[in-house]
């Protein structure tokens, strides 16, 4: 069942059961077992105890069933639970447990009345925890006579109510299936029952993130981003009921879209309202009026000091709400209070009317102390004041717009920005919403708003970030790389108008103060690092790593942190591309760390020092850590999976290509893909687009390759010139022997060798040596020979063993230990054992090689389809002359090409044709031809 697009509505259909197949496979084996006196069902509201009920009574149709609920208002009052199932009792044997007894064995006896047994059980809705219609219904003809009854609420239920089901259930008159929110609460009668084991205790966790994909994909009907759904599990905490009233609400506010088929988030899907909010609304009303109160307190403020709320008096309320699991305690020193669900928090906040809402910030202003919050409290707090109405200073709204940038919170950097009305910071304030528009995919308009804001800033922090910025619009939009230099150019300029300038002050605080020194000197560190960034792009690496090792050297001396953590990743990205990404993990690593160790004033730097990092990994073999690497600092902020989303299945998908799981590849780096295209990140697009299509042209996907440029700039980065040749390489695919398009891979290979890119060009050439073109291996093995990691030594290894004709060793490397998957070399590995072995005739290494050939998939990129394929005319011309008992040196003369060459030709021939010598050839040929 999904959501209407259109509605945007809460299904009402019953719950989908997600991750609780094991569940139900306990709850239904212990219902049936005469052992038992039923099932004790626990979880929290929402987890989904009701659709199991509906599916167990699915499973025991045979079972009559008796619901029983328990409520709050009813819990002191004796056998008040019990009362809707003996209507006909008379009044003075309501305070008799045996007439209760034996009225209660009477109605499981006789069953409903006559008018009850074509109606439908009553069913709460999808995700409800409503409660049950008290009303049984008799199986028919089944061995089993006993009534299935289920109690709802059990840990409200009256101590009198328990008593009687748990001797009934010990009598075997009934089973017991009893859902409850925790065992501590309930009535004694069923909890001794639970500790004496005659309950099958069965506890309901929420979803994890595999369990929300699958259901948001069932509710949507359609791929989800996994970004979407780690912000879905975020938000809903797991709980089945919050993530369908979610999804409703994405889809009512057009937070969640489709794009191509694929469903994401375009921007943050709180704050929430409607059905949502009357869902999460129905948690607080177990609480009291204080403890409700304080909630709503504390998600005003959050998150609030629990020195503060103790400096309150709200004590005991704290405990209850912490009991209850409405609030959570950090555990770190400064001991933060905040609600313990997301859901909770926003809930929270939208019942406290504005008046009150103003007169709580005071009380929470005036208790907590004044200096400046971290990160998400500033927010909050700014949050909280602007909703009040309240003035809050130009150096705050700055200093909160920047931090909501930091965290990618785009709508409220905008909403902080705007609010400054002071002169003298309008620059800085543009800035920042140049900052949200960029990360919300407007480009033009971060380009207007960042017009002049580098000669415009009034210091040294405000021309940082707009110069910044313009950095990554130049790289994401692959413009010129002298781009480049002239913003380097322009920062110079406005450093030197700072310097110049009387009146160059920024304001922190509400205190003058001048751009200092220091400032002054890592700004033009920061102009030396763009033009080495530019160095490095166009293929000058030499000159580029002396320029940031300069910079490396003064930055550590002097504590510059900003130059250092950008040199230390600027170093990386040089070591990785020219073939040392053992070494480059290490700077990497270094400036991830300075990064993400709690400076605020560095997290502008995040992605461009993430995405060196991970590109460090995947040149290093190290797949496992770059999966790791990517999953944990996306979600290290929640606001972050919004814009940096497409990561997390680019990610997915590069480690399914590389273990050769191409449907699942394309289906991750095509949502990859579409989710770059909303929210650009690093420049990845080329990349993604270009595996994508290589995946769709090996799981011989029609028609749905992506769009990549055939046409690339003379100065085309590392990104553009790894996409263009994965998209060559699905070229090669779809038209297996293609000269044109083995040339076109030879020469993007001999792009990056000029321009000194040798990770990049090792990748492109072994891409043309799994499409068959051995021309390459030479230069493979030169080139492997002085790179560092486990992808270079089992290429030199491949191309050496290759290169020596022997089979032996390229079967040992096939099935070695180490980087595994097709598009490491282990199954190329394969491949040319099998070359090895035709040409050679050594049958039992063929059959060797081809049984290993046989076990894990394709060895090559044209098997797939090379069968269907009919010869091209070079490989005629060399079928011809091997029928005619040449041999390979000798072809090779005669048509002037390499014995390498000719190799290749000859393997997919036999490929082709499907023979696995040379004498069947000559019988495939005249098969093929009609031959006498």
């Known amino acids: ?209 595999p369990a929300v994909e699958r259901l948001a994909r ?102 209850a709400l912490v009991s209850a699991r409405f609030l959570t305690v950090s555990a770190d020193r400064e001991r933060l209070l905040r609600p313990a669900h997301p859901l909770y928090g926003e809930a929270a906040r939208q019942l406290v009317p504005a008046a009150r809402s103003a007169r709580l910030r005071q009380k929470v202003m005036a208790a907590m102390d004044t200096e400046r919050p971290a990160f998400d409290a500033l927010l909050r707090r700014v949050s909280w004041s602007l909703d009040c109405g309240v003035v809050v200073p130009a150096t705050v709204l700055v200093a909160a717009a920047t931090t909501a940038n930091n965290l990618y919170d785009a709508d409220f950097a905008l909403r902080a920005a705007a609010a400054v009305d002071d002169p003298a910071w309008q620059v800085a304030a543009d800035v920042q919403k140049a900052r949200a528009a960029f990360h919300q995919g407007r480009i033009e ?196 999976l919004v814009y940096f989303g497409g990561v997390l299945d680019f990610a997915r998908g590069v480690l399914q290509l590389h273990n050769g799981r191409w449907d699942e590849a394309a289906d991750s780096l095509t949502s990859a893909l579409i989710a770059f295209r909303v929210h650009q990140v690093g420049g990845l697009i080329p990349l993604a687009a270009g595996m994508a299509s290589l995946c769709a ?25 790894l996409g263009a040749g994965y998209a060559t390489a699905a070229s090669v695919v779809r038209n297996p022997g293609n000269q044109k398009e083995l040339a076109r891979l030879a020469s993007l290979a001999g792009r990056a060798q000029d321009a000194g890119m040798l990770a990049v060009e090792l990748e492109l050439r072994l891409l043309s040596l799994r499409a068959g073109d051995v021309e390459n291996l030479a230069r493979v093995e030169q080139l492997s020979a002085s790179m560092e990691g486990p992808v270079a030594a089992q290429a030199h290894a491949f191309a050496a063993a290759s290169l020596a004709g022997d089979a032996a060793t390229l079967l040992r490397l096939a099935t070695a230990d180490g980087p595994g998957g097709t598009f490491t070399l282990k199954q190329q590995c394969t491949a040319a054992a099998v070359r090895l072995a035709i040409s050679s005739g050594d049958e039992e290494l063929l059959q060797r090689a081809r049984q290993l050939a046989a076990g894990p998939g394709p060895a090559t990129l044209d098997r797939r389809t090379s069968k269907a394929q009919g010869l091209t005319r070079r490989e005629q011309e060399i079928a011809d002359l091997v029928a005619q008992g040449k041999r390979n040196a000798d072809i090779a003369t005669e048509l002037s090409l390499s014995t390498r060459t000719v190799e290749g030709h000859i393997y997919r021939i036999f490929d082709k044709l499907g023979v696995r010598h040379r004498s069947e050839l000559r019988l495939a040929l005249r098969k093929q031809e009609n031959r006498p």
Do not use: C
């Not at 090996?698 to 990104?719: F, I, K, N, W, Y």
């Open 218 to 319: 069932q509710l949507l009907g359609a791929p989800v981003l996994l970004s979407t759904s780690a912000e879905l599990a975020r938000l809903s905490g797991g709980n089945p009921m919050f993530l369908q009233a979610l999804v409703a609400h994405g889809l009512a506010t057009g937070a969640l879209v489709q794009r191509y088929g694929v469903w994401l988030l375009q921007k943050r899907i709180l704050p929430a309202g409607g059905q949502l909010i009357d869902l999460i609304q129905g948690q607080f009303s177990a609480l009291s009026r204080a403890e409700r109160e304080t909630l709503e307190l504390v998600a005003l403020a959050e998150p609030l000091p629990l020195s503060a709320a103790f400096s309150l008096g709200l004590h005991q309320e704290i405990d």
């Open 445 to 640: 308009a971060a380009r207007a708003l960042l017009a002049n804001a580098a000669e415009g800033a009034a210091d040294p922090a405000t021309a940082r970030m707009a110069i910044l910025l313009e950095v990554q619009l130049v790289l994401y939009q692959g413009l010129p790389t002298g781009r480049l230099s002239a913003v380097a150019a322009r920062w110079r300029t406005a450093i030197e108008r700072l310097e110049r300038s009387e009146d160059g002050r920024l304001q922190e605080a509400g205190r003058p103060m001048g751009a200092t020194t220091a400032q002054l000197t890592s700004s033009r560190r920061g102009a030396d690092l763009i033009d080495a960034l530019a160095l490095t792009w166009t293929g000058r690496h030499r000159e580029a790593e002396e320029a940031v090792d300069r910079v490396l050297a003064d930055s550590t001396g002097d504590g510059d942190d900003a130059s250092r953590l950008l040199a230390l990743a600027l170093r990386g990205d040089i070591l990785a591309s020219t073939g040392r990404a053992e070494s480059a993990v290490s700077y990497t690593s270094e400036a991830l760390e300075i990064t993400t160790a709690g400076n605020e004033s560095l997290m502008i730097y995040w992605e461009f020092v993430l995405l060196r990092h991970v590109t460090a990994l995947l040149r290093a073999g190290r797949f496992d850590e770059f999966q790791e690497a990517v999953r944990s600092y996306a979600l290290t902020s929640p606001r972050s």
């Open 697 to 721: 042209a090996l799981t011989g996907s029609a028609g749905q390759e992506p769009a990549v440029p055939t046409r690339l700039p003379p100065d085309a980065g590392q990104l553009q010139l």
């Open 1 to 209: 069942m999904t959501v209407s697009a259109e509605r945007g509505q809460i299904p009402s259909a019953r719950s989908p059961l997600v991750a609780a197949e094991q569940a139900l496979a306990d709850i239904l084996a212990a219902l049936q077992s005469e052992q038992n006196a039923g099932v004790l069902v626990v979880a929290g509201a929402g987890l989904g105890k009701s659709a199991l009920v509906i599916a167990v009574r699915q499973q025991l149709p045979h079972l009559g069933t008796l619901h029983v609920h328990g409520s709050p208002a009813l819990s002191r009052v004796p056998y008040g639970a019990l009362a809707p199932l003996l209507p006909e009792l008379a009044p003075k044997a309501v305070a008799s447990p045996m007439a209760i007894m034996r009225a209660l064995r009477a109605r499981l006896r006789t069953g409903p009345g006559e008018e009850d047994e074509t109606a439908p059980a009553s069913v709460p809705a999808a995700g409800t925890e409503q409660g049950f219609e008290a009303k049984a219904t008799p199986g028919a003809g089944a061995a089993d006579d006993r009534v299935l009854v289920v109690v709802d609420d059990a840990q409200v239920l009256d101590e009198a109510s328990a008593e009687i089901l748990a001797q009934l259930a010990d009598s075997k008159t009934i089973v017991l299936l009893v859902l409850s929110r925790s065992i501590t609460d309930l009535p004694a009668a069923i909890r001794r029952q639970a500790e004496r084991r005659q309950l099958q205790v069965v506890r309901l966790q929420p979803l994890d993130l």
